[in-house]
T-cell receptor, first 115, second 113 residues
Framework: NAGVTQTPKFRVLKTGQSMTLLCAQDMNHEYMYWYRQDPGMGLRLIHY???????AKGEVPDGYNVSRLKKQNFLLGLESAAPSQTSVYFC??????????????FGPGTRLTVL | GENVEQHPSTLSVQEGDSAVIKCTYSDSASNYFPWYKQELGKRPQLIIDIRSNVGEKKDQRIAVTLNKTAKHFSLHITETQPEDSAVYFC????????????FGKGTHLIIQP
């Protein structure tokens, strides 16, 4: 099992450019999440999905869009990148265990720089 | 929404001593409280979690306590070792984490030899 994988690992964009980050998991998890991590800020939830074809906003959704067309994939899109979106992006996935509690497994992260 | 405060931001202890990291949360509906360890340049990894129906949980040198009345929870690491050096994050969530986690800002734990 590869677990949770993210593509790409690094990317540099210019302001106004667009890109898509791909997250894939092979654990048959129902739930998937996108977080961003900034120095001194911890991780903050951008969007999440509780199942194929469903998405919902998290704490910091502005400037991002997501899609979950297949259960194993969760895409994060930046339509017009801004320097404030320079961050490390982590994807995570989970499924209920022992009732309704969800241990989240994280991917390796994508380091994005917007110039 | 939920707000999680974590203290201290940096903690330096001598090898072999104990370390305690404290977190408070704001929403009494939160019912799931995981702790993650993150080494430099790596992904966060779960080290222990606790549910709201449990007051304490222990796993070898690591323990977590939860006080629902005061809305705070703590991570205790005993007999610290050099490999314990990392950033530790607490988090809280309603619905057992299904709707995502709200994280604290992290504690940089430094183990002095």
């Amino acid at each position: 099992n590869a677990g949770v994988t993210q593509t790409p690992k690094f990317r540099v964009l210019k302001t106004g450019q667009s890109m898509t980050l791909l997250c894939a998991q092979d654990m048959n998890h129902e739930y998937m999440y996108w977080y961003r991590q900034d120095p001194g800020m911890g991780l903050r939830l951008i969007h999440y999905s509780v199942g194929e074809g469903t998405t919902a906003k998290g704490e910091v959704p502005d400037g991002y869009n997501v899609s979950r067309l297949k259960k194993q994939n969760f895409l994060l899109g930046l339509e017009s990148a801004a320097p404030s979106q320079t961050s490390v992006y982590f994807c995570a996935s989970s499924s209920p265990r022992g009732g309704s509690y969800n241990e989240q497994f994280f991917g390796p992260g994508t380091r994005l720089t917007v110039l | 929404g939920e707000n999680v405060e974590q203290h201290p931001s940096t903690l330096s202890v001598q090898e072999g001593d104990s370390a305690v990291i404290k977190c408070t949360y704001s929403d009494s509906a939160s019912n799931y409280f995981p702790w993650y360890k993150q080494e430099l340049g790596k992904r966060p990894q779960l080290i222990i979690d606790i549910r709201s129906n449990v007051g304490e949980k222990k796993d070898q040198r690591i323990a977590v306590t939860l006080n629902k009345t005061a809305k705070h929870f703590s991570l205790h690491i005993t007999e610290t070792q050099p490999e314990d050096s990392a950033v530790y994050f607490c988090a809280a969530s309603m619905r057992g984490g299904a709707d995502g986690l709200t994280f604290g800002k992290g504690t940089h734990l430094i183990i002095q030899p």
